[in-house]
């Protein structure tokens, strides 16, 4: 009943889509997350209006679209979501646009074998693509070709906006490989609450581990909490690492494991994974967000 509802709900919307171009200044771009819509920002500049449908700190795993969403991106002339089930819960939402909205998947032009999985089943690739700069790359590449399949007219523009945001994204990326180098001679390891960050393991050639799975939805056992702490006590890990979009209980609860391991852990952070922090913030864009989490990283893990 309530999928009826849902279905009933959205029809209705979309049936409903009375403004148009012309009753705007600028098209309205809406990218699902902060992270997605600073990225089509760098694109498309002033050309267009570009908002993000979820707010600064909220967590996409956990997000659920409300009316006041489902009205926002029917009125929009563009869809930009992340895809790889990061918006786990408005796969379907996804999925109708799809036949009434012009729509981009950010991320469909990643390459299978980079992608990390924890399963076979389609829902359990890592959609955390972020935290590799290179595969960020790849989803800003794929995602201004497809605007200016959309507005053939920007092409121009996106594909110079493109490229600058690429020369910066480049240098990011330099810049992470110099710092981490730095800290793989002293045996640390990234320690946070769920595993968002393997992306930056796999790319960075550094140890990353995470109390909880690939989404926020699991919840570590007394196991995972155990085997965790006895890590951190053998390798004299000096920080772990709390994040701004979940609650930090399970990360506390090994750093009190670690001390009835006889191991002093600082708790650190909290990093920003799944969304920016407020605009105008050092962290309030993506290249920023990266940035903040590289020097809290290296400042708490480096002797």
Known sequence: MKNLLFIFLLSSLIACRFETDSLREKPLIVATTSILADGVKNLVGDQAEVVSLMPAGVDPHLYKASVRDLDLLQKADLVIYHGLFLEGKMTEIFEKLNFSQSIINSS??????????????????????????????????????KISEWKPEWRSAIEQNSMLYQIQLEELDKDIRTKVNELKSTRQALITAHDAFAYFGKAYDFEVKGLQGLSTLSEPGIRDLTDLAEFVAERKIK??????????????????????????????????????DEPNSPAGTYIGMVRTNLNIIFESLNP
């Open 108 to 145: 469909e032009s990643i390459p299978e074998i980079h992608l990390i999985r924890s399963g076979p089943e389609a829902h359990s690739v890592d959609p955390h693509i972020w935290f590799d700069v290179k595969l960020w790359s790849i989803a800003m590449q794929h995602t201004a070709e």
């Open 239 to 276: 920080a772990v690492f709390a994040e701004q979009t979940i609650s930090p209980k399970a990360i506390e609860a090994l750093v009190a494991a670690g001390k009835n391991q006889g191991h002093q852990l600082e708790l650190a952070g909290p990093l920003y994974t799944d969304s920016l």
